[in-house]
């Protein structure tokens, strides 16, 4: 049982690329999201999925685009990287439920130059 | 929509002091409380939640929250740190009636010898 798995562990794109970061998790959970991580802000929530074939906007989505085509995976994707989307991002999963545990992946490292 | 304050960002003490780092929130519906702990270059774990019942919820490493809905907070209380509490920790909150987690800015816990 692996949890929640991320890649890459860390990248650097040049203004205008696009990527992709993958996550998976192995826990069956229906509930994904993805966190950008900047210091003194916390995590905030960029996009989520309750279920395959469903995902919505979070706080902060422009920019990133998501799909979640199968239960285990739920990745995102920088359609045109900009220095502001330099970040750590976090994956997350848990069963449907506010009283849920989210387990967060080991997370990716951004820099955009 | 809800909101978390943490009111320190940095808490520096020294070991087998005890630390309090501070939590507070804001939200019209009823919410869930957590509490993460991330170690250097790693993703966020859990540390403790309050779902319901005793206002007093504990770690098994010795971390203490109490909910308090008059002041609508939850402080993490520790009666001795230990060098490897060395973390930074998230304060965050669930509607009852919800996936999405919202964070506050993170506290940083420096322990010194």
């Known amino acids: 049982n692996a949890g929640v798995t991320q890649t890459p562990k860390f990248q650097v794109l040049k203004t205008g690329q696009s990527m992709t970061l993958q996550c998976a998790q192995d826990?069956?959970?229906?509930?994904m999201s993805w966190y950008r991580q900047d210091p003194g802000m916390g995590l905030r929530l960029i996009h989520y999925?309750?279920?395959?074939?469903?995902?919505d906007q979070g706080e902060v989505p422009n920019g990133y685009n998501v799909s979640r085509s199968t239960t285990e995976d739920f990745p995102l994707r920088l359609l045109s990287a900009a220095p502001s989307q330099t970040s750590v991002y976090f994956c997350?999963?848990?069963?449907?439920?506010?009283?849920?545990?989210?387990?967060f992946g080991p997370g990716t490292r951004l820099l955009v130059l | 929509a809800q909101s978390v304050t943490q009111l320190d960002s940095q808490v520096p003490v020294f070991e087998e002091a005890p630390v309090e780092l501070r939590c507070n929130y804001s939200?019209?519906?009823?919410?869930?409380l957590f509490w993460y702990v991330q170690y250097p270059n790693q993703g966020l774990q859990l540390l403790l939640k309050?779902?319901?019942?005793?206002?007093l919820v504990e770690s098994i490493n010795g971390f203490e929250a109490e909910f308090n809905k008059s002041q609508t907070s939850f402080h993490l209380r520790k009666p001795s740190v230990h060098i490897s509490d060395t973390a930074e920790y998230f304060c965050?909150?669930?509607?009852?009636?919800?996936?999405?987690?919202?964070f506050g800015g993170g506290t940083r816990l420096m322990v010194k010898p």
């Open positions: 997350a999963s848990s069963g449907q439920g506010a009283k849920e545990t989210q387990y």
């Open positions: 826990m069956n959970h229906e509930y």
């Open positions: 999925s309750v279920g395959a074939g469903i995902t």
């Open positions: 939200s019209s519906v009823s919410v869930y």
């Open positions: 309050y779902l319901s019942g005793s206002t």
């Open positions: 965050a909150v669930k509607r009852t009636a919800g996936n999405m987690l919202t």
